[in-house]
Structures are given as C-alpha cells and as structure tokens.
C-alpha cells in the first residue's frame, strides 16, 4: 500500500511538470532549463540529507547511481526538453511514453522480473489511449526528424535509468540513492552553468519559480517517491504506472489552463487509466512467489 501512495505522489508531481515546463520552457534553454531543475533538487536533497545524516552510498550501490544519475535524471531531461521545441506535444507525449514498454522488456532480459500477461495487456491499452490523447492534442504541424530522435533518446535514457536504479535500491535507501543522483546528473550538466546565468538574467520571474517548482515537486520529491515504489515492487509494473500521467495531465490542462478537452481526449484518457489498472492485477498466488522473491533477494 505504500508503494502505491508512493507512485500516486510521483505521478501527480510528474503530472504537473507538464504545466510548469511550458511556462519555464519558454524563457530558459534545454540544457540550462535541466540544469537549474536539477541543481534546486540537488540543494533540497542534500541539505536534507545532512539533516537525517544520510551516508556515502555503498560501493555496490555506485553503478546504478552513475546510470541513472546520468542518463535519467541528467539525459532525459535535456532530450525532453530539447526535443518538445521541435516536435508538438502529441508527438512527444507519444514517442516518449514507449519508455514503459522498453522498462517492462528490459526489466524481464536484465532483472529477470516477471512479465505476466496481465502486464503487457495493460501496457498496450495504456499505450493504445496514450496515441489517443497524442493524435488529439497533435497541433497537425510538422514534427523534425531531430526531434523525434531527440524524443526517442529520452524514452531509451529513462528506461535503461530506471532498470538501473533497481538493483541500487537493494544497497541504499531510496533518499540516498535519488540525492546521489541527482549530484550526478548536476554534475554532469556544469558546462550548461554558463547559459543559465546569462538566462535567468532576462527571464520573467514566473519563469524561473517554475524552473525551481519543477527541481523541488517533480524532481526532488517526485523522484524520492519514485524510488522508494521501485524498491518495494517490479520496474515494469511501476513503470506502467506512468501511463496515469497523461491521463492527470489532460485534467490539470482543464482546471489550470482552462484548455477544455474534447471527447477523443477524454477517451484517450480513460484507456490510460483503464491499462494501468490491468497492468497492476495479479493473482493471489503470483503475488505471493513475488513477496517471497523479493525478502530472498533482500536478505541476499
């Protein structure tokens, strides 16, 4: 049950992300946009881990930190956010959500977690009422080729992220494995330092809270929460999860945007949530083998 509400918060935040990108988009580049969100969840994590005197992460713990830190946190929002400029959002929302299907797959190849039918049933309606939404919110311009490829690379960067994360959570708690990542990816993403100085000079206040709202909810919260689900159930069952976010992002449109959805939108919506809700079912005694695989590999 925790892990669920732990999901719940993390796809409400990740939601909303949606939102506070179009306003923050518009005054900061890819790179320096990612950079002055990652910092601000570095700064909270950080300081928040002194407080509860979080340690240095198990040296097991260090590959999955260095993959995740900079390919999901550090590369998928740089590919996000650089690719949304040049495709419209229908395009992304679509090529972007396959990131669940490559979790599911590469979760089963490399973690050797189970992918029971239910699963894939759910991610295909899922992924069925995300083209939906896709093909509704789709301006009918022209999408580049660069930005579908950019849109690509961000849904491989967050698959092979969160399928590396998995194994790291067995040697560190789901704060500090987040925090360390996010140092990671903040890192890595320096050489950007400079045009965020030069950007945030002439960018509109509303701009830059967003900017800061997207490091603190999305990201520092959102990936703790993130984590702490993953360690306590499968990387492609929680990966399906996501699909609720297009769903939640239509309604935060409505209410916050006042961008009325059409009915196409709102049934694209309900197959979302309808394939999460079959991803997630499982008889009595599968979920039984699972409970009992994971406290072996615990105790491992």
Not at 126 to 149: D, P, W
Not at 215 to 229: D, K, L, Q
Request: net charge positive.
């Amino acid at each position: 049950m925790s892990a669920l509400v732990a999901a719940a918060v993390t796809v409400i935040f990740w939601a909303s992300a949606f939102v506070s990108i179009r306003s923050a988009g518009a005054a900061y580049s890819p790179g320096a946009l990612a950079l002055g969100r990652l910092a601000t969840a570095a700064v909270l994590l950080g300081a928040f881990a002194l407080i509860r005197r979080v340690g240095w992460p198990d040296r097991r713990a260090w590959p999955g930190i260095l993959t995740s830190g900079l390919l999901w946190f550090g590369g998928y929002m740089v590919f996000l956010n650089w690719g949304e400029r040049l495709v419209d959002a229908g395009t992304a929302a679509l090529i972007v959500n396959v990131g669940p299907i490559l979790i599911a797959l590469l979760s089963a190849r490399l973690l050797h977690e189970a992918a029971p039918r239910s699963l894939w049933l759910g991610i295909a309606v899922s992924f069925a009422g995300t083209a939906v939404v896709g093909l509704s919110m789709s301006s009918g311009g022209s999408s580049s080729l660069l930005g579908v490829l950019l849109c690509v690379l961000a849904a491989i960067t967050y698959a092979i992220g969160v399928v590396s994360q998995k194994p790291a959570l067995r040697y560190g708690s789901a704060l500090q494995i987040t925090t360390y990542s996010a140092l990671v990816a903040t890192l890595a993403l320096l050489p950007f330092s400079g045009v965020l100085l030069h950007e945030v000079a002439d960018a509109p206040a509303s701009a830059t809270l967003n900017m800061i709202y997207l490091g603190v909810g999305p990201t520092a919260i959102a990936f703790t929460t993130w984590a702490y689900a993953l360690a306590r159930t499968s990387a492609g069952k929680l990966g399906a999860t996501t699909y609720v976010v297009p769903a939640l992002v239509v309604l935060m449109s409505w209410l916050f945007l006042g961008e009325v959805p059409g009915w196409l939108t709102l049934a694209g919506g309900a197959l979302c949530l309808a394939g999460v809700a079959v991803s997630r079912r499982r008889s009595g005694r599968s979920a039984a083998r699972v409970v009992a695989r994971e406290e072996s590999a615990q105790v491992r």
